[in-house]
Structure formats: C-alpha cells, structure tokens
C-alpha cells in the first residue's frame, strides 16, 4: 500500500514497537518542558513590565502633585520650594528686565522735571508667583509756552527727558524730535518778533528825522518834547489875545 507515493510496511512498524514510541514520547515531554519554560519566563516579564508601569504612574502622581503645590503657592503670591532650570532661568530673566525697565522710566522722571509724570509699569506673573516689570512709560508735558522764550526753554527739558536713559527707545526719540521742531519753531517766531521790533523802531526813526531837532532821541523825548511845543504855542495864542484885547 501507498500513501502518498510512499512505502509503508506494518509488519516492520510491528517489529520494531519501541523504536518509534520512547521517541515521540520524549520528543512531547521536551516540547512541554520548553512550553513551560516560555510561560514561565513570559510571566516574568509581563511581572516586570506591571511594576514599570506602576513606577511610571507613581512617578507621574508625584510630579502632578508637586506641580499643584507649586502652582498654588504661585497663584497666593509666596515663594515656592523648588522650581525647574528652566523656571529659575525665566526668573533670572525677568529680574534683570525688571530693574532696566524701572531705571529707564525713572531717568525719565527725574530729567523732566515738573513737566514729567510719575512712571506706569506694565506686569506679568513669574514663575515663583511674583510680578515683574517688562515696560513702564512717563507721561511728559511737551505743550507750548504763552512765549516763544517760555517755549525754548520747556523744550530743552523735554529733550533732556527723552534721552535721558543710556538706552533710549525709539518712542523717546520720536519725541525728543517733536520737542526739536517745536523748539524750531519757537525759534523762528522770537526772529521774527525782533526783526519786527527793530522795523518798528526804524519807522519811528524816519518819521522823528522831519523835525532835525529831534533826531537821534528816544521815543520818551520826543513825545516830552512834542508835548511841550504844543503846549508853548497854545500859551503863544493866548498872549496874542490877550494883548489884542488890551489895545482895543
């Protein structure tokens, strides 16, 4: 008989009963020996990989708290325990930029003088829960005086206010250069009020030249002098009269 294109004798499987038996026997008894070393060991493992995960979440419930303790203690104001590198870096940070941004604005106070503000800060909330400066302004008068003098003299604070700082933004410049155009300005109007005193006085000049008597004098002598020729022809008219009324 053929199976499979192979031949098969029963009477050798029969005389030969225990070669094929004890084999197989052991061949079974190794795989289960093998199969339960596997288990055994996938056990382990699976033991292991629980207790990593457990560490892990214990880990990760500590962190959570800390974190909720920090964030409380920031939130009430107070200093917490502990911070992270890179928190204690913000913070280092934001000091430093605190105390440029207050000696900043108060170089501007202190220059303006009474035409300056006291400096406004704009904060923000560090990680230790305190609050920190990062920019501030002054409020200055840069409004014209009632004089063109008045004026040039304001402005010239005004400048001295804007650059005060060693690092002057480009808003203080902007109005160190509106307080230099007003100052201009000023300027030009005080030129043109002595150009126009000096043609007033050489109109009043011209007009004195007339009466050759009184060229060269002040204004105050020539109204004392024109008065008291008006005053010597009406006591002349007078006389006239009076000795015409004698004669008749």
Same mark, same amino acid.
């Given at each position: 008989m053929?199976?499979?294109?192979?031949?098969?004798d029963a009477a050798e499987l029969y005389r030969q009963p225990q070669s094929f038996a004890p084999a197989a026997r052991d061949e079974r008894a190794g795989a289960s020996v093998r199969e339960g070393a596997d288990a055994q060991q996938a056990l382990s493992g699976r033991?292991?990989?629980?207790?990593?995960v457990r560490d892990k979440a214990t880990r990760l419930a500590e962190g959570e708290k800390s974190a909720n303790a920090r964030d409380s203690a920031r939130q009430s104001g107070g200093d917490p325990t502990e911070l992270t590198p890179e928190e204690e870096q913000q913070v280092r &940070?934001?000091?430093k930029r605190d105390r440029e941004v207050r000696r900043h604005e108060q170089a501007h106070a202190t220059a303006a003088g009474p035409y300056g503000g006291q400096p406004q800060y704009q904060y923000v909330r560090g990680p230790d829960g305190k609050?920190? +400066?990062v920019s501030g302004e002054v409020k200055i008068d840069t409004s014209e005086e009632s004089s063109p003098e /008045?004026?040039?003299?304001?402005? @010239?604070?005004?400048?001295?206010?804007?650059?005060?700082p060693a690092d002057p933004s480009g808003q203080d410049r902007q109005v160190a250069? &509106?307080?230099?155009?007003?100052?201009? &300005?000023?300027?030009? &109007?005080?030129?043109a009020e002595k150009q126009q005193e000096r043609a007033d006085a050489l109109e009043r000049q011209q007009q004195s !030249? @007339?009466?050759? !008597?009184? /060229?060269?004098?002040? @204004? !105050? +002598?020539i109204q004392q002098a024109s008065a008291a020729y008006a005053n010597a022809g009406s006591l002349l008219g007078n006389t006239s009269r009076a000795s015409s009324g004698i004669s008749v």
């Open positions: 053929e199976i499979g294109g192979y031949p098969f033991q292991r990989f629980d207790q990593v &940070e934001l000091k609050q920190y +400066a /008045a004026t040039i003299r304001k402005m @010239d604070i005004v400048i001295r206010a804007a650059l005060a250069n &509106e307080a230099k155009q007003k100052k201009a &300005e000023a300027r030009a &109007e005080l030129r !030249s @007339d009466d050759p !008597s009184l /060229a060269g004098l002040p @204004d !105050s +002598a």
